[in-house]
């Protein structure tokens, strides 16, 4: 029987790292962790090194073939690109697009487009940047020594919307994901098509009603979308943020569910996976690794 | 699915396209090649040899350049008679600095040396952040004995800045906690929770100069170890009397002086009596490794009461650990600088 290959997702953010064993392949998840860590580890990759070093000689792991780290939107520049029709090429209009819309060099960020529905006809496109400074330190010889230098670096909106395609499947009609860290909120909203709304909220405005005006935000420009969203993140973890932003979803008709399973993905067992919906983000990382 | 890999075009960029060869091509290049490179060989081993030659010449004659000061192996040094140490560095050294981990968790596995001072820590952690852009107010330019009442102050303000960053209750302790003149501080640090972890670093982080965090560790009780080091807030020259050299018959005085402000603020000082000398050409310098298992409060009303005194001794170092639940061990380097006659 051929061995599959285990993939390590990683999510970065402000306060921690958040772990997901996964054999992609299989869609089986191995084991899950939170760790908090004292400093920001997408900035100073010291932190990403030292933490993730002393977790995996703390712990009994099987061989791993490939890192992916995500990190949070708020780390990088995403946005969504309408691409008028009369537009030749697309990729330098996306360009452009970007850096008029940035008040300091474009020339300091690492881009990468992809583009919806296809590449040869795009009629929108989701773009990624990253300052290249950032991501130069993940190249670096010493995290490849260390053999912790990822192989993937993606923001958590698009691992979240692969996780949710591969999990939960899309089709026409948007489906809402609530990712609320302690100190970043992101929702989105995606179909078949891709990404079609995304909605962020800065560490400093974070509470229960703050986060429904933004999922009434989204929902505001999709009025035929289903009010159901998929509620998980660090204060998906804490009942009391949960169950006061359930209570103010179902008094505006919006339906808001913890995302404690993934149909689809197959669990270790005897494995603690209470921590699975603050480790959605590095699980869906790991799927770019197929 | 989504394919934006960040890291993914990297690589394709660094490596130019493969072009297509043919294989005639490549066997003629080959004998070329096999050639040229034995000769590049041995140019370059004549061109190690002159640069061998030339760097030793250049030691000998110029000495040890600062910025190959502790890159050069020691064996080496004294193998080419370079060996600058003096008396005094020579004893400390033997007798080993006290050692500072900074994981915390395995003394036999410290990402950073041990037996190293705190200085020499501090650059291995982040050279980059640590040197740049520093400015010391020209305490090295200063006169020797305008640097005993800078060197008070500037303890007193760095035990303060800790006593007052620490919350109170049993929240954070301390594994390491390191200061050398002029302003640089050290602490490795024990937090119960990520909570009270980041009310001390906001705590602290008001009230020093530079702030860098690094290696930061969970243990499996869910607390959470990590390294504060920079710089903290300095003492003004301007605002300091100067000094004068104690003449070598005071020598005494002043350590039995040092002994009765110490006593009189709870601290016992052991070692006062094993003094190492130094002999320059205008002055003797005098160095004092005292240890003491006085509490925090007592530490800090001791450095209050010596910044305040006429005592000649200075602080050039304090490294502070526990020794068991509610104890510490202190080490002082206490300095004083007098006239040879």
Same mark, same amino acid.
């Given at each position: 029987?051929?061995?599959?290959?285990?993939?390590?997702?990683?999510?970065?953010?402000?306060?921690?790292?958040?772990?997901?064993?996964?054999?992609?392949?299989?869609?089986?998840?191995?084991?899950?962790?939170?760790?908090?860590?004292?400093?920001?580890?997408?900035?100073?990759?010291?932190?990403?090194?030292?933490?993730?070093?002393?977790?995996?000689?703390?712990?009994?792991?099987?061989?791993?073939?490939?890192?992916?780290?995500?990190?949070?939107?708020?780390?990088?520049?995403?946005?969504?690109?309408?691409?008028?029709?009369?537009?030749?090429?697309?990729?330098?209009?996306?360009?452009?697009?970007?850096?008029?819309?940035?008040?300091?060099?474009?020339?300091?960020?690492?881009?990468?487009?992809?583009?919806?529905?296809?590449?040869?006809?795009?009629?929108?496109?989701?773009?990624?940047?990253?300052?290249?400074?950032?991501?130069?330190?993940?190249?670096?010889?010493?995290?490849?020594?260390?053999?912790?230098?990822?192989?993937?670096?993606?923001?958590?909106?698009?691992?979240?919307?692969?996780?949710?395609?591969?999990?939960?499947?899309?089709?026409?009609?948007?489906?809402?994901?609530?990712?609320?860290?302690?100190?970043?909120?992101?929702?989105?909203?995606?179909?078949?098509?891709?990404?079609?709304?995304?909605?962020?909220?800065?560490?400093?405005?974070?509470?229960?009603?703050?986060?429904?005006?933004?999922?009434?935000?989204?929902?505001?420009?999709?009025?035929?979308?289903?009010?159901?969203?998929?509620?998980?993140?660090?204060?998906?973890?804490?009942?009391?943020?949960?169950?006061?932003?359930?209570?103010?979803?179902?008094?505006?008709?919006?339906?808001?569910?913890?995302?404690?399973?993934?149909?689809?993905?197959?669990?270790?067992?005897?494995?603690?996976?209470?921590?699975?919906?603050?480790?959605?983000?590095?699980?869906?990382?790991?799927?770019?690794?197929? | 699915?989504?394919?934006?890999?960040?890291?993914?075009?990297?690589?394709?960029?660094?490596?130019?396209?493969?072009?297509?060869?043919?294989?005639?091509?490549?066997?003629?290049?080959?004998?070329?090649?096999?050639?040229?490179?034995?000769?590049?060989?041995?140019?370059?081993?004549?061109?190690?040899?002159?640069?061998?030659?030339?760097?030793?010449?250049?030691?000998?004659?110029?000495?040890?350049?600062?910025?190959?000061?502790?890159?050069?192996?020691?064996?080496?040094?004294?193998?080419?008679?370079?060996?600058?140490?003096?008396?005094?560095?020579?004893?400390?050294?033997?007798?080993?600095?006290?050692?500072?981990?900074?994981?915390?968790?395995?003394?036999?596995?410290?990402?950073?040396?041990?037996?190293?001072?705190?200085?020499?820590?501090?650059?291995?952690?982040?050279?980059?952040?640590?040197?740049?852009?520093?400015?010391?107010?020209?305490?090295?330019?200063?006169?020797?004995?305008?640097?005993?009442?800078?060197?008070?102050?500037? %303890?007193?303000?760095?035990?303060?800045?800790?006593? &007052? @960053? $620490?919350? #109170?209750? +049993?929240?954070?302790?301390? *594994?390491?906690? =390191?200061?050398?003149?002029?302003?640089?501080?050290?602490?490795?640090?024990?937090?119960?929770?990520?909570?009270?972890?980041?009310?001390?670093?906001?705590?602290?982080?008001?009230?020093?100069?530079?702030?860098?965090?690094?290696?930061?560790?969970?243990?499996?009780?869910?607390?959470?170890?990590?390294?504060?080091?920079?710089?903290?807030?300095?003492?003004?020259?301007?605002?300091?009397?100067?000094?004068?050299?104690?003449?070598?018959?005071?020598?005494?005085?002043?350590?039995?002086?040092?002994?009765?402000?110490?006593?009189?603020?709870?601290?016992?000082?052991?070692?006062?009596?094993?003094?190492?000398?130094?002999? %320059?050409?205008?002055?003797?310098?005098?160095?004092? &490794? @005292? $240890?003491? #298992?006085? +509490?925090?409060?007592?530490? *800090?009303?001791? =450095?209050?009461?010596?910044?305040?005194?006429?005592?000649?001794?200075?602080?050039?170092?304090?490294?502070?650990?526990?020794?068991?639940?509610?104890?510490?061990?202190?080490?002082?380097?206490?300095?004083?600088?007098?006239?040879?006659?």
């Amino acid at each position: 029987m051929a061995a599959h290959k285990i993939c390590l997702g990683v999510e970065t953010n402000q306060d921690g790292l958040k772990i997901a064993l996964v054999e992609p392949e299989r869609k089986h998840i191995i084991r899950v962790d939170a760790i908090p860590t004292s400093g920001n580890s997408i900035n100073d990759v010291s932190i990403y090194s030292s933490v993730l070093n002393s977790w995996m000689r703390s712990n009994l792991l099987p061989k791993i073939s490939s890192i992916a780290v995500t990190f949070p939107a708020c780390n990088g520049i995403m946005r969504l690109v309408s691409i008028p029709k009369e537009i030749q090429d697309a990729y330098s209009y996306v360009s452009w697009e970007f850096a008029s819309s940035i008040n300091s060099n474009a020339g300091d960020y690492k881009m990468v487009v992809a583009f919806y529905p296809n590449a040869k006809k795009p009629e929108c496109a989701i773009t990624v940047s990253m300052r290249k400074r950032i991501v130069d330190s993940f190249h670096s010889a010493e995290l490849e020594r260390s053999g912790l230098r990822p192989s993937y670096l993606m923001a958590d909106i698009c691992v979240l919307h692969n996780l949710l395609e591969c999990s939960e499947g899309l089709g026409s009609q948007p489906k809402c994901v609530l990712k609320a860290d302690e100190k970043f909120v992101s929702a989105f909203w995606s179909k078949e098509s891709g990404p079609v709304a995304i909605r962020l909220l800065p560490g400093d405005c974070i509470s229960p009603s703050a986060v429904l005006g933004i999922l009434q935000s989204g929902y505001a420009g999709l009025p035929k979308a289903k009010k159901v969203v998929k509620f998980c993140g660090e204060l998906s973890a804490r009942a009391d943020f949960a169950d006061e932003l359930a209570v103010l979803g179902s008094s505006d008709g919006i339906d808001i569910q913890p995302w404690k399973q993934l149909s689809k993905f197959s669990l270790e067992k005897n494995a603690d996976f209470s921590k699975l919906s603050q480790c959605m983000g590095a699980i869906g990382a790991t799927l770019g690794c197929i | 699915m989504i394919k934006s890999n960040l890291m993914s075009s990297r690589e394709k960029a660094a490596q130019p396209a493969p072009r297509a060869v043919k294989e005639k091509e490549v066997k003629a290049k080959k004998n070329k090649s096999s050639e040229k490179k034995s000769s590049a060989f041995g140019s370059l081993l004549f061109m190690l040899f002159l640069f061998l030659v030339a760097s030793v010449v250049y030691l000998e004659l110029l000495g040890i350049p600062n910025f190959l000061r502790g890159v050069i192996p020691q064996e080496v040094v004294d193998f080419l008679g370079l060996s600058e140490e003096t008396v005094a560095t020579q004893v400390l050294r033997k007798a080993g600095a006290p050692q500072l981990t900074a994981r915390g968790t395995r003394l036999d596995d410290p990402s950073i040396p041990l037996d190293g001072s705190v200085e020499e820590i501090v650059r291995t952690m982040r050279p980059d952040i640590y040197f740049k852009n520093k400015e010391l107010v020209n305490y090295k330019e200063q006169a020797l004995i305008n640097r005993i009442p800078y060197q008070k102050q500037a %303890f007193h303000i760095m035990l303060g800045t800790f006593y &007052k @960053a $620490t919350p #109170d209750g +049993d929240g954070i302790g301390y *594994l390491d906690l =390191a200061y050398q003149a002029p302003n640089f501080y050290f602490a490795r640090v024990v937090a119960v929770d990520a909570r009270t972890r980041n009310f001390y670093r906001d705590q602290l982080r008001a009230k020093v100069v530079d702030f860098i965090e690094a290696d930061s560790v969970t243990t499996k009780d869910g607390s959470i170890e990590f390294s504060v080091y920079g710089n903290f807030n300095q003492p003004s020259f301007t605002e300091l009397k100067s000094g004068q050299l104690v003449r070598p018959s005071k020598i005494n005085s002043e350590l039995m002086a040092l002994r009765t402000l110490a006593v009189n603020n709870q601290v016992r000082l052991a070692g006062l009596e094993k003094f190492i000398e130094d002999e %320059f050409q205008t002055h003797r310098r005098i160095v004092v &490794k @005292a $240890t003491t #298992d006085a +509490d925090y409060p007592s530490l *800090l009303n001791f =450095a209050e009461a010596l910044q305040k005194s006429d005592i000649a001794f200075g602080v050039q170092q304090f490294v502070s650990r526990p020794t068991g639940a509610e104890k510490m061990q202190s080490t002082l380097e206490f300095v004083l600088y007098a006239s040879v006659k």
